[in-house]
């Protein structure tokens, strides 16, 4: 189970603990927020998308949508999410708890500007049903992220 991939991963730093796992469903941001009782734009959004034969993932606020434009002007190629089976497969979590902890080897990770206007964070932790409140640099640091980039709108 991709929670147990995750939880493994933050027990290297002495962090599973701070796992949060609900009895309801954080699988949309929406549905996060709730969980969490918080703004929907804090909730981690990890978008999974294909380059070329290779997955990345981008984790943007949960108010931002992808921008095509400025997507294919950073990666070069036209926005191609990856359906359920692709992500699961070749980043290693399934839809609804995709975040960018313990995935496969290979999957490049992007952090989208939208996100640095908050001192914490909540992204997924590998099940529909969990997140762990990270601050900017501890989501820099546990990503093992590429770069940042500036590949979204409607937050501003």
């Known amino acids: 189970m991709s929670i147990e991939k995750v939880r493994a991963y933050f027990a290297g730093f002495h962090m599973e603990e701070r796992i949060l796992e609900f009895p309801v469903s954080s699988a949309t941001v929406e549905l ?3 969980a969490l009782n918080t703004e929907g734009c804090r909730i ?3 978008l999974s998308f294909k380059v070329g034969e290779k997955a990345i993932l981008i984790c943007a606020a949960g108010d931002a949508k992808v921008d095509n434009a400025k997507y294919k002007a950073r990666f070069g ?3 191609k999410m990856l359906s359920h089976e692709e992500a699961a497969s070749m980043i290693g979590h399934a839809v609804g708890g995709v975040c ?5 080897e290979g999957v490049r990770v992007y952090l989208d500007e939208s996100m640095k206007r908050f001192a914490t964070v909540f992204p997924a932790a590998g099940s529909s049903n969990s997140a762990i409140e990270l601050t900017i640099p501890e989501l820099e640091q546990y990503s093992d992220y590429e770069a940042w980039v500036d590949v979204c709108k409607g937050w501003q």
């Open 32 to 34: 996060a927020a709730q």
């Open 44 to 46: 981690v959004k990890t």
């Open 100 to 104: 960018p902890f313990a995935v496969n």
């Open 77 to 79: 190629v036209k926005a």
